[in-house]
């Protein structure tokens, strides 16, 4: 790879130092910037696995490997760390790296108002209500068959790489990354019989928001990998689906999923 697209947290970078250094050391291995993502063979993302997160939705169209390099905390995307940046770029620019790739949801809104909008999510899609301590009533199905009325603070629906995001806060289980399925968790749900629920990467998933036990209406919103919001309304629907893309992530770290969980469960 010679030709990169970099995206920085300007947060966690204020003043562009370990972006320019990032930079400068690419130009000496022989790479290029460049100004745009479409002209890269590699984009490369400075910051933590928030930053990657939207990096990966904003250019889900453009079908270019992501390398994370963290400098923040401890990151299960993001997994190059200030420290090895030097080596890591090394390996980059000699096409010394394999490739992981990530299923990725899209969800579809359809309301009473407006055309159906979709977006797309590398970890979850996360419905709750807009009012806080106020229950969310909602129907869920699966391939058109009703699965549950839920009363609850809401849903995870969640990829395998969202698995250990906002699900396992919310005690779900944590699943393989590389893995292809996808991952229902409810929140706070009024009942002790609700567990998080494992479905194959094809199902169709409706989730339609309902009135409360007042025949009231609600409001809720769709949550997109944590940063997009889509605001839904009693009778609107949001269906999910997997998406005919999938992030691809560079991997140049010897150190594997089950080691860096270890690490971040000692914590």
Same mark, same amino acid.
């Given at each position: ?185 409810? &929140? ?6 609700? $567990?998080? +629920?494992? @479905?194959?990467?094809? %199902?169709? =998933?409706? *989730? #339609? ?10 409001? &809720? ?6 940063? $997009?919001? +889509?605001? @839904?309304?009693?009778? %609107?629907? =949001?269906? *999910? #689906? ?26």
């Amino acid at each position: 790879m010679k030709n990169f697209f970099i995206i920085t947290n300007q947060t966690k970078d204020p003043d562009q130092a370990i972006t320019n250094q990032v930079k400068q050391l690419l130009i000496q291995k022989g790479g290029r910037i460049v100004g745009q993502p479409e002209q890269a063979e590699s984009i490369l993302v400075l910051g933590g696995d928030g930053t990657l997160l939207r990096a990966a939705t904003d250019l889900v169209h453009c079908n270019i490997p992501f390398l994370g390099i963290n400098i923040g905390g401890l990151g299960f995307l993001a997994e190059v760390d200030k420290a090895s940046i030097d080596q890591a770029l090394d390996r980059l620019v000699s096409d010394d790296f394999a490739l992981e790739n990530r299923m990725m949801l899209l969800g579809t809104v359809n309301d009473k108002t407006f055309s159906p909008y979709t977006e797309h999510a590398l970890n979850d899609i996360v419905i709750v209500g807009t009012s806080p301590l106020h229950l969310s009533y909602f129907s869920l199905t699966v391939n058109g068959l009703l699965l549950n009325r839920y009363v609850a603070d809401g849903m995870i629906v969640s990829t395998p790489t969202g698995s250990t995001g906002y699900n396992l806060s919310a005690g779900g289980p944590i699943i393989e990354p590389r893995a292809e399925m996808i991952l229902l968790t409810p &929140l706070c749900h009024h009942s002790l019989r609700s $567990r998080s +629920i494992i @479905l194959s990467p094809e %199902d169709d =998933i409706t *989730i #339609t928001v309902d009135t409360d036990k007042y025949n009231r209406e609600q409001e &809720l919103v769709a949550v997109f990998d944590g940063n $997009r919001r +889509i605001n @839904l309304a009693t009778d %609107d629907t =949001i269906k *999910i #689906t997997r998406s005919e893309k999938a992030t691809s992530i560079i991997k140049l770290s010897t150190t594997n999923f089950f080691e860096i969980l270890q690490r971040k469960m000692a914590d």
